[in-house]
């Protein structure tokens, strides 16, 4: 199946600092990526979706400017969370659909982030 | 009313058992529909897609109920390895490609 690569797998970092979250899809082209976020013992909930040349779409209550997306290629978009806060440490999955061949999304491994 | 409900759980069902799982969703504009399996602090995967004519693959069975707005999931002769969350995840086409996840729902295969 596709593969989808996400960097770094945990981070740590202090209270005003902003994390770099990579997601890559590996052996396709992917005109759309998603980024959802975890907390602890819930479902997934989509923040954002990430169109390749152009602006993201955000979810209801996602503040985009403290959550930039930048999907610069068809193989790579990033999220940028500025100015972390401790309420903002919860796991980061992206995931990435490829263009016909269905609507299966196909997850990266996730990003563990904790804010101190 | 959440759009895609599932019961929370946990299943606790021994070795060799057979477990069913429920999911309904609340939007008819649902084009497509998904299992996925997350394990404890992983990501999600694709476990199956589930279609109106059923779909088996090994000892899992999907089924859907347009009608009834109803997903199912059937797991024949568990196993330990079959321990982890299950998601029931429907795509919805309004105005734009859209996920949306069930909250899983937790089985435990004991010994």
């Known amino acids: 199946g596709a593969v989808v690569s996400q960097h770094p797998s945990r981070v740590i970092c202090k209270s005003g600092t902003s994390v770099k979250i990579e997601c890559r899809s590996l052996d396709f082209q992917a005109t759309t990526m998603f980024w959802y976020r975890q907390f602890p013992k819930q479902s997934l909930m989509l923040m954002a979706t990430?169109?390749?040349?152009?602006?993201?779409?955000?979810e209801q209550g996602v503040e985009k400017d403290k959550f930039l997306i930048n999907h610069a290629s068809l193989t790579l978009s990033t999220l940028t969370v500025t100015s972390a806060h401790p309420e903002d440490s919860s796991f980061y999955i992206c995931?990435?659909?490829?263009?016909?061949?269905?609507?299966?999304?196909?997850f990266g491994p996730g990003t563990r982030l904790l804010v101190l | 009313r959440k759009e895609v409900e599932q019961d929370p759980g946990p299943f606790n069902v021994p070795e060799g058992a057979t477990v069913a799982f429920n999911c309904t969703y609340s939007?008819?504009?649902?084009?497509?529909f998904f299992w996925y399996r997350q394990d404890c602090r992983k990501e999600p995967k694709l476990l199956m897609s589930v279609y109106s004519s059923g779909n088996e693959d090994g000892r899992f069975t999907a089924q859907l109920n347009r009608a009834s707005q109803y997903i199912s999931l059937l797991i024949r002769d568990s196993k330990l390895s079959d321990s982890a969350t299950y998601l029931c995840v429907v795509n919805l086409l309004t105005g734009g490609f859209k996920t949306i996840f069930g909250a899983g729902t937790r089985l435990f295969v004991k010994a």
């Open positions: 990430s169109n390749e040349g152009s602006k993201a779409t955000y």
């Open positions: 939007n008819s504009a649902s084009q497509s």
């Open positions: 995931s990435a659909r490829e263009e016909g061949r269905g609507e299966t999304q196909y």
